[in-house]
C-alpha cells in the first residue's frame, strides 16, 4: 500500500505542470516555412523531432538511439543540377541515342535507294583449270598457220578478267523511291524529338521521385523516433504502476510498424536512386543535391522545352502524320513497278584461250530493255499491301491524336486536383497533429488510454506520409502538363 501511494505521487510530481498546460486552450500550430533546397513547405515530422523544447504545454520526449534511425547510406553519385542531367541524358541515354540511330539508318536508306538510280562498275575474274585425265579431245587450232590439231583444251589454265558498266537510262521506280527515303528522314528526325520530350518528361519524373523518397525516408525515421519515444515514457509509466503490460505492447506494436515503415520507404529510396541513375545512363544509383530547388524544375524544363498550341505541333502527332504521308508514297512505288526499264551496259573483257577464232580481248556496248510483264501477280498484292499499311497509319494518327487531346486535358486537369489534394492533406495533417499531441498529453496526465495514444500517433505518421507524396505529386503534375503540350531540344 505505501508503495502505491508513493508511486502515485512520483506521477503527480511529474505531471503537474502537464495538467496546469492542458487546462490552458491549445494553438493551433504555426505553419512550416517552405525548405530553401525543394521549395515545398516539411512536414512537422522534418522539423520537430523528438527531445525538441516543448511548447503549448507539451512535455519533452526523450531521445531514443536505434540503428534504424540512423540516415540512408550516400549514393554512389549526386546530381548537381538540371543541366548536368541534360549532359548526361546527351551522352548517354539509350533511348536518346537510340533515336538519333534511327536518323541516320533513315540517311544510309536512303543513299541506298539512289544507288539504284546511279550507275554501277562491275569487275569479274575467273581461273579454270581442266585436267587431261577427264576431259580429253582433240582440235584444230585455226590460229596457228597453217593450222593444226592440237589437244583439248589448250591451255589447259584459262585465265580470264573483265569490266561491267551499266548506267540506268530510264528508272522511274528507283527515282521514286529516292523521294520516298527522303521523306523517311523526315519522319526519322520528328521521331527523335518526340524521344527527346518523352526522355526529358523520364528525367525530370524520375528526379522528383528521387526526392520524394528521401523525404518519405526522412518522415518514417521520425515517425519510428517518435513510436520509441512514446513506447520509453509507456514503460516507465508502467514501472510507477500507471500503465498496465496491454500499453507496453500497445506501444512496442506501434514501434514495429513504424519500423516496417522505414524498412520499406529505405528500399524504395534505393530503388528510386536507381531509376534516376538508369534513366542517366548509369547502372548505379543516383541521389540529388539537397540544394537543387525542385519548384525551380518546371522553369529548367521550359528552358529546355518549348511550349505548343495546338496538339497538332506535338512531336508524337506530327511524327505519326509524317508516317502516313511516308506510307502514302510508298503506294506510289508499286504503280511505277509497272514501268519497263532501260540501261545501257558495256562490257569489256580479255582472257588467254588461244585455241579459238576470236581475238583475247572483247569489249561490248549494248542497251537492254526490260518489261516485267507478269509476275505471278506479285506487284499487284505489293499494292495491296502499301494501301493496306496506308489505312493502318492513318488510324494510328487519329489514335495517336486522341490520346494527346486526352494527355493534355488530364495534365492540366491533374494540377488542379493535385493542389487541391495537398491542401486537404495539409488541414488534415494538421488536425492530426493537434490530435497526437493532446492525446499524448493526456497520457501522460493519467486521463487517456495507450489506445488513443497508439492510434492518434498512427493516424498522424499516415498524414505525414500523405502530405509529403501530395507535395511532390503537386509538382510532378506541374511538370507534366508543362511536357504534355511542348516540343523539347535536349
Given at each position: 500500500?505505501?508503495k502505491a501511494v508513493?508511486?502515485l505521487?512520483?506521477a503527480?510530481?511529474t505531471l503537474a505542470p502537464?495538467a496546469?498546460?492542458?487546462?490552458q486552450?491549445?494553438?493551433?500550430?504555426?505553419p512550416a516555412?517552405?525548405?530553401?533546397?525543394t521549395?515545398?513547405?516539411?512536414s512537422?515530422?522534418?522539423?520537430?523531432?523528438?527531445?525538441?523544447p516543448?511548447t503549448n504545454?507539451?512535455?519533452t520526449?526523450?531521445n531514443?538511439?536505434?540503428p534504424?534511425l540512423e540516415?540512408a547510406?550516400?549514393p554512389?553519385?549526386?546530381l548537381?543540377?538540371?543541366q548536368?542531367?541534360?549532359?548526361?541524358?546527351r551522352?548517354?541515354?539509350v533511348p536518346y541515342?537510340?533515336a538519333?540511330?534511327q536518323i541516320?539508318?533513315a540517311r544510309a536508306?536512303?543513299?541506298?535507294?539512289l544507288?539504284a538510280?546511279?550507275?554501277?562498275?562491275?569487275?569479274?575474274a575467273?581461273?579454270t583449270?581442266?585436267r587431261?585425265?577427264?576431259?580429253?579431245?582433240?582440235?584444230?587450232?585455226?590460229a596457228a598457220?597453217?593450222?593444226?590439231v592440237?589437244?583439248l583444251p589448250?591451255p589447259?589454265?584459262a585465265?580470264?578478267?573483265g569490266l561491267t558498266?551499266?548506267?540506268?537510262l530510264?528508272a522511274?521506280?528507283a527515282?521514286?523511291d529516292?523521294g520516298t527515303?527522303?521523306?523517311?528522314?523526315?519522319y526519322?528526325?520528328?521521331?527523335?524529338k518526340?524521344?527527346?520530350?518523352q526522355?526529358v518528361a523520364s528525367?525530370?519524373?524520375?528526379?522528383?521521385s528521387?526526392v520524394?523518397a528521401e523525404?518519405?525516408?526522412?518522415?518514417?525515421?521520425?515517425?519510428?523516433?517518435?513510436?520509441?519515444?512514446?513506447?520509453?515514457l509507456?514503460?516507465?509509466?508502467s514501472?510507477?504502476g500507471?500503465?498496465s503490460s496491454l500499453?507496453v505492447?500497445?506501444?512496442?506494436q506501434?514501434v514495429?510498424l513504424?519500423?516496417?515503415?522505414v524498412?520499406?520507404a529505405s528500399?524504395t529510396?534505393l530503388?528510386?536512386?536507381e531509376a534516376l541513375?538508369l534513366?542517366?545512363?548509369?547502372s548505379?544509383?543516383w541521389g540529388?543535391?539537397?540544394?537543387?530547388?525542385?519548384?525551380?524544375l518546371?522553369?529548367?524544363?521550359?528552358a529546355?522545352?518549348?511550349?505548343?498550341?495546338d496538339?497538332?505541333?506535338r512531336?508524337?502527332?506530327?511524327a505519326a502524320a509524317?508516317?502516313?504521308?511516308?506510307?502514302e508514297?510508298?503506294k506510289?512505288s508499286?504503280?511505277w513497278?509497272?514501268?519497263?526499264?532501260?540501261?545501257?551496259?558495256?562490257?569489256?573483257q580479255t582472257q588467254?584461250?588461244?585455241?579459238n577464232?576470236?581475238?583475247n580481248?572483247s569489249?561490248?556496248?549494248a542497251?537492254t530493255?526490260s518489261?516485267?510483264?507478269?509476275?505471278?501477280?506479285l506487284r499487284?498484292?505489293?499494292?495491296?499491301?502499301?494501301?493496306a499499311?496506308?489505312?493502318i497509319?492513318?488510324?494510328?494518327l487519329?489514335?495517336?491524336?486522341?490520346r494527346?487531346e486526352?494527355?493534355v486535358?488530364?495534365?492540366f486537369?491533374s494540377?488542379k486536383v493535385?493542389e487541391?489534394?495537398?491542401?486537404v492533406s495539409?488541414?488534415g495533417r494538421e488536425?492530426?497533429?493537434?490530435?497526437?499531441?493532446l492525446a499524448r498529453?493526456?497520457?501522460?496526465?493519467?486521463?487517456?488510454t495507450s489506445?488513443?495514444l497508439?492510434?492518434n500517433?498512427?493516424?498522424l505518421r499516415?498524414a505525414?506520409i500523405?502530405l509529403t507524396?501530395?507535395?511532390?505529386?503537386l509538382l510532378?503534375?506541374?511538370?507534366?502538363a508543362?511536357?504534355?503540350?511542348?516540343?523539347?531540344?535536349i
Amino acid at each position: 500500500m505505501n508503495k502505491a501511494v508513493l508511486s502515485l505521487c512520483l506521477a503527480t510530481a511529474t505531471l503537474a505542470p502537464v495538467a496546469e498546460a492542458q487546462t490552458q486552450s491549445p494553438k493551433q500550430p504555426a505553419p512550416a516555412a517552405t525548405s530553401p533546397a525543394t521549395g515545398v513547405a516539411p512536414s512537422p515530422a522534418a522539423t520537430t523531432s523528438a527531445g525538441a523544447p516543448a511548447t503549448n504545454g507539451e512535455p519533452t520526449l526523450p531521445n531514443i538511439a536505434d540503428p534504424m534511425l540512423e540516415p540512408a547510406p550516400p549514393p554512389a553519385h549526386v546530381l548537381q543540377s538540371w543541366q548536368e542531367a541534360l549532359g548526361l541524358v546527351r551522352s548517354r541515354s539509350v533511348p536518346y541515342r537510340t533515336a538519333l540511330a534511327q536518323i541516320d539508318v533513315a540517311r544510309a536508306r536512303s543513299r541506298e535507294a539512289l544507288a539504284a538510280a546511279l550507275p554501277t562498275l562491275q569487275s569479274t575474274a575467273f581461273n579454270t583449270y581442266a585436267r587431261y585425265e577427264i576431259l580429253r579431245g582433240t582440235g584444230i587450232n585455226y590460229a596457228a598457220v597453217p593450222p593444226t590439231v592440237t589437244s583439248l583444251p589448250n591451255p589447259p589454265v584459262a585465265l580470264g578478267a573483265g569490266l561491267t558498266l551499266n548506267v540506268p537510262l530510264f528508272a522511274p521506280k528507283a527515282w521514286y523511291d529516292r523521294g520516298t527515303a527522303e521523306r523517311a528522314i523526315d519522319y526519322a528526325q520528328i521521331s527523335s524529338k518526340e524521344a527527346e520530350r518523352q526522355v526529358v518528361a523520364s528525367v525530370a519524373d524520375t528526379i522528383v521521385s528521387a526526392v520524394t523518397a528521401e523525404r518519405l525516408a526522412d518522415v518514417t525515421r521520425s515517425s519510428l523516433q517518435g513510436a520509441l519515444s512514446t513506447l520509453d515514457l509507456t514503460q516507465r509509466r508502467s514501472a510507477l504502476g500507471a500503465s498496465s503490460s496491454l500499453d507496453v505492447l500497445r506501444a512496442e506494436q506501434e514501434v514495429q510498424l513504424a519500423r516496417a515503415n522505414v524498412v520499406t520507404a529505405s528500399e524504395t529510396l534505393l530503388r528510386q536512386r536507381e531509376a534516376l541513375g538508369l534513366a542517366l545512363g548509369f547502372s548505379e544509383g543516383w541521389g540529388v543535391n539537397p540544394d537543387v530547388r525542385l519548384d525551380a524544375l518546371a522553369a529548367d524544363a521550359r528552358a529546355t522545352c518549348k511550349q505548343e498550341t495546338d496538339v497538332g505541333k506535338r512531336s508524337d502527332v506530327r511524327a505519326a502524320a509524317a508516317n502516313v504521308a511516308v506510307v502514302e508514297r510508298a503506294k506510289g512505288s508499286v504503280d511505277w513497278a509497272f514501268w519497263p526499264t532501260v540501261n545501257a551496259q558495256s562490257v569489256l573483257q580479255t582472257q588467254n584461250v588461244r585455241f579459238n577464232t576470236q581475238n583475247n580481248v572483247s569489249w561490248t556496248i549494248a542497251g537492254t530493255l526490260s518489261w516485267m510483264l507478269y509476275d505471278g501477280g506479285l506487284r499487284y498484292g505489293q499494292k495491296d499491301e502499301a494501301e493496306a499499311n496506308a489505312r493502318i497509319a492513318r488510324e494510328q494518327l487519329s489514335d495517336t491524336r486522341r490520346r494527346a487531346e486526352l494527355q493534355v486535358t488530364q495534365a492540366f486537369r491533374s494540377v488542379k486536383v493535385a493542389e487541391t489534394n495537398l491542401a486537404v492533406s495539409t488541414k488534415g495533417r494538421e488536425i492530426a497533429t493537434e490530435t497526437a499531441r493532446l492525446a499524448r498529453v493526456a497520457f501522460i496526465n493519467g486521463s487517456g488510454t495507450s489506445f488513443d495514444l497508439v492510434d492518434n500517433a498512427n493516424k498522424l505518421r499516415q498524414a505525414e506520409i500523405d502530405l509529403t507524396v501530395k507535395q511532390f505529386e503537386l509538382l510532378r503534375a506541374k511538370v507534366a502538363a508543362l511536357l504534355a503540350l511542348a516540343s523539347c531540344d535536349i
